[in-house]
């Protein structure tokens, strides 16, 4: 996957309150901590013109789960009754009478209504105002800041507030506690991703080419093939494409070249003919695919694991961004992905956190100089992302509602796969290691509760491919282990509260509690092999590792799945996580090794039934087709 070195920005609600700010106001959000490449000048002139825009809380949002619940439970009357787009944009969006309230606030304020200006969706408005009276609009003070590589200038507050009668009507306000990206990047060559994780490539002699490319099964512990993977889970052959099935798959800051692809196929799934690629998606200028030299691990990983499960089905490529808008300094990640799968996602003129998201047009050289995109493409039944970042890097708000459009997606009947994270309970992007008092670090998009999140496995050193897998041994060059634990800002959803009960209640559960939040979202769901996994990239053989390499063959095994259904006159799954907690017995459970957590301790073991390092296990397949095609 893919990282970065910023401090977190916290939201924060409560009722503590400066002597300046008005007794009807409450703290909105404050900021935690500051990146260390920002410095604090001075006090912001008051006659600087500043755009201002407002995120309007969605209706019905507390009604989501429920109504996720209802189409995804397998024990529902509604269930495989997805939503249509018209839908679920009906039921969530802000009703006039919240917007008519927000704007009142800011008339009564000195904003006028004639300077508001209101997105199609009433999701986000914006309006021009100076400093003085923004700052008297949200109870603070506007400092001007200094990014110290670059020199860029932005304006942020250490905190704000609102009227207490419009904490719940108002998301987010922008600019605020938040930093501007730096609009000069110095790049020699592309960029990666904030939230892309490192790739995972292992020193392969060339005896282990040799035995990856004979084929056979008994070499599966040294490195694993298409053909490995296939026998470890029952995969068969897709004799059944269906129309309208194809697999989605996310990439940003990362791409693929066609040689490594077809050097692949030649050499582990030669009945894939040179050539084949995936239908790229590009979003907001986002290209591919590049020159050998230029080919990025993570993209060349997905590919090379999902072809050979899915094919002749389709694959689409959702390359995400422009070169501009992927280096370490943009500290936004996802929104721009899901503004082009919805378009009531998108804020005015296609924008979404001004302060953290890329901005478009992108004016710069090479850069994308249209609007952002937004509903450019209808989402794919599954979609796989092997990218992640700290949970405590991004304020809540902005992670809440990210998660809510990834809830919407299951509405809709997209399953979203997620991988897990490479460093056991601790991330690497965004702020990496332990948090304050030695808790545990959780990734995100991987704690959503909406989203099923990918851990990994191994097949023992020694063992064979019919013999039980182990959570990935941490005990490598990388210190790779699979990534889990318990999310710090969403709660533990119904449908797995029983498995984390259970496996709370277990001897192989930590006997300290300190570090984790056991009431959180635990995760991950579900696992798959992620370690030696026969690759080519650069046009050189890895060995290469990673959830990123379990997630893309969770991705290609749903899409299966639903080719079936779908040939069964029945729709995609959707959401997978009701029906799967409620039916362990179509996994192959995992129940040696562990994770690491903070100061290279054991994080968690892997336990019997689910746990916090492989969740459920590894899928059996044939047992997934039955369990699916037994509902509606």
Known sequence: MHFLQFAPVWLLFGTAISASTPSSFVLHEKRDSVPSAWVKRSRAPLNTDVPVRLGIAQRNRELGHDYLMD??????????KHWTPQQIADTFSPTKETLDAVREWLAQSGIATERHIISPSRGHMQFRANVSEVEELLATEYHLWEHTDTGDITLSCEQYHVPHHM???????????????????NLSKRGSSIA?????????????????????????DQAVTPECIKALYGI???DNPQDGNALGIFESGDYYDQEDLDLFFTNYYPTIPNGTHPTLQSVDGGEAPVDVDEGGGESTLDFELAYPIVYPQEIKLYQVDD???????RLGFGDTFLDALDASFCTYEGGDNKTIDPIYPDTQPGGYNQSEQCGAYTPTNVISVSYGLSEAFYSPFYEQRQCDEFMKLGLAGTTVLYASGDNGTLARAGLSGCLSGGRNNPNFPASCPYITTVGATQIKNGSAVTDPEEAVDPDNIYSFSSGGGFSNVFAQPSYQSDAVATFLASPGAPADPAPYNASGRAFPDVSANGWNIATYANGIFFLNGGTSASTPIWGGIVTLVNEQRIAAGKGPVGFLNPTLYANPGVFNDITEGYNLGCNADVGFNA???????TGLGTPKFQDLVDLFLGLP
């Open 323 to 329: 070169e501009n808008n992927i280096y370490p300094e």
């Open 236 to 238: 068969p052959a897709n």
């Open 71 to 80: 189409v995804s439970d397998p024990n529902s009357p509604n269930f495989g």
């Open 167 to 185: 904490k719940h009507d108002i998301d987010f306000i922008t600019p605020t506690i938040g930093f501007n990206a730096p609009t000069t990047p």
């Open 607 to 613: 336990t019997e039934g689910w746990d916090p390092v």
């Open 196 to 220: 892309s994780f490192p790739s995972i490539r292992i020193p392969a002699p060339p005896i282990i080419q040799s035995i990856a490319a004979n084929g056979n099964l008994s070499s599966c």
